[in-house]
Nanobody, 122 residues
Framework: VQLQASGGGAVQAGGTLSISCAAS????????MGWFRQVPGNQREYVAA????????YYSQSVEGRFTLFRDNYKDEMYLLMGSLKPEDTAVYYC????????????????WGHGTQVTVSS
């Protein structure tokens, strides 16, 4: 399984940005997918996750109400719409996938994509 993240960029505080992640090489609609983010020197932090069916979505407390997760199972793609962005949202965002687990712990995910930078200026 390969994960390709795209989107991101720079925006001012209060703005909106979206990032996406496309999965390939696995059976369509069989992977739970999630987003984590990391700031240099810090541990990778859980952001949000969506179940393989797309019916269950979970968000970390720090982003709930501001970020929205979408999933297109036909394309096996996941989208994170980030609103009301804050400077503390600045990080490299990584998408992850796993056939079994949907945990807030990075170690519980099997597949990882390359990160995409999100920068929020004040």
């Amino acid at each position: 399984v390969q994960l390709q993240a795209s989107g991101g960029g720079a925006v001012q505080a209060g703005g909106t940005l979206s990032i996406s992640c496309a999965a390939s090489g696995g059976a369509r609609g069989t992977l739970h997918m999630g987003w984590f983010r990391q700031v240099p020197g810090n541990q990778r932090e859980y952001v949000a996750a969506v179940s393989a069916s797309g019916h269950a979505k979970y968000y970390s407390q720090s982003v709930e109400g501001r970020f929205t997760l979408f999933r297109d199972n036909y394309k096996d793609e996941m989208y994170l719409l980030m609103g009301s962005l804050k400077p503390e949202d600045t990080a490299v965002y990584y998408c992850a996938a796993d056939p079994n687990a949907m945990t807030n712990q990075p170690g519980g995910w099997t597949y990882w994509g390359h990160g995409t930078q999100v920068t929020v200026s004040s």
